[in-house]
T-cell receptor
Framework: GQQVMQIPQYQHVQEGEDFTTYCNSSTTLSNIQWYKQRPGGHPVFLIQLVKSGEVKKQKRLTFQFGEAKKNSSLHITATQTTDVGTYFCAGDSGAGSYQLTFGKGTKLSVIP | NAGVTQTPKFRVLKTGQSMTLLCAQDMNHEYMYWYRQDPGMGLRLIHYSVGEGTTAKGEVPDGYNVSRLKKQNFLLGLESAAPSQTSVYFC????????????FGPGTRLTVL
């Protein structure tokens, strides 16, 4: 079945440093979504990428979808303590798959 | 609007006991999902529903049953709880199956002793 791998599993950064998490799928995706889960909270949708090579920005967050639609990345510039949490990618292979496959997430800690 | 709500928030069961987790959404979404989240495992889909009266198996359906008698509600049942079912359970809903953001509930933390 479809597998979505996410690295790194953990990342500790000093406040103000940049952060990147990578997502790789074993199959071509029709779209990819990113979610953020704060400690003790529930996943919250951040963004969806659909087109090959697509790049989207949300303030300090930059999301990319690979040309082959098998990988994606989330980059945070100048991290803040409010960025703390676990970031998940979730891929949809389309073709009537009816379900998102989530990566295991990257847990980000920001040291003030 | 409350969005997606889940009851209960916490529950402790003994092995072999049964229980039902309730999920409710007030966004008129057709599609609803049950996930479990274990440390280091991400979110894994248990069952999902594409509409009232329909359900389907996800990635890890064994030991669970679901029902969608009303559009706004999606119930997850454990007939005979096992320690391996200790987890945090999230319900979610969406407008569409493909390419649609999922709205998650606050979760239920279940411990099976």
């Amino acid at each position: 079945g479809q597998q979505v791998m996410q690295i790194p599993q953990y990342q500790h950064v000093q406040e103000g440093e940049d952060f990147t998490t990578y997502c790789n799928s074993s199959t071509t995706l029709s779209n990819i979504q990113w979610y953020k889960q704060r400690p003790g909270g529930h996943p919250v949708f951040l963004i969806q990428l659909v087109k090959s090579g697509e790049v989207k920005k949300q303030k300090r967050l930059t999301f990319q979808f690979g040309e082959a639609k098998k990988n994606s990345s989330l980059h945070i510039t100048a991290t803040q303590t409010t960025d703390v949490g676990t970031y998940f990618c979730a891929g949809d292979s389309g073709a009537g798959s009816y379900q998102l496959t989530f990566g295991k997430g990257t847990k980000l800690s920001v040291i003030p | 609007n409350a969005g997606v709500t889940q009851t209960p928030k916490f529950r402790v069961l003994k092995t072999g006991q049964s229980m039902t987790l309730l999920c409710a959404q007030d966004m008129n979404h057709e599609y609803m999902y049950w996930y479990r989240q274990d440390p280091g495992m991400g979110l894994r889909l248990i069952h999902y529903s594409v509409g009232e009266g329909t359900t389907a198996k996800g990635e890890v359906p064994d030991g669970y049953n679901v029902s969608r008698l009303k559009k706004q509600n999606f119930l997850l049942g454990l007939e005979s709880a096992a320690p391996s079912q200790t987890s945090v359970y999230f319900c979610a809903s969406s407008w569409d199956l493909v390419g649609s953001e999922q709205f998650f509930g606050p979760g239920t933390r279940l411990t099976v002793l």
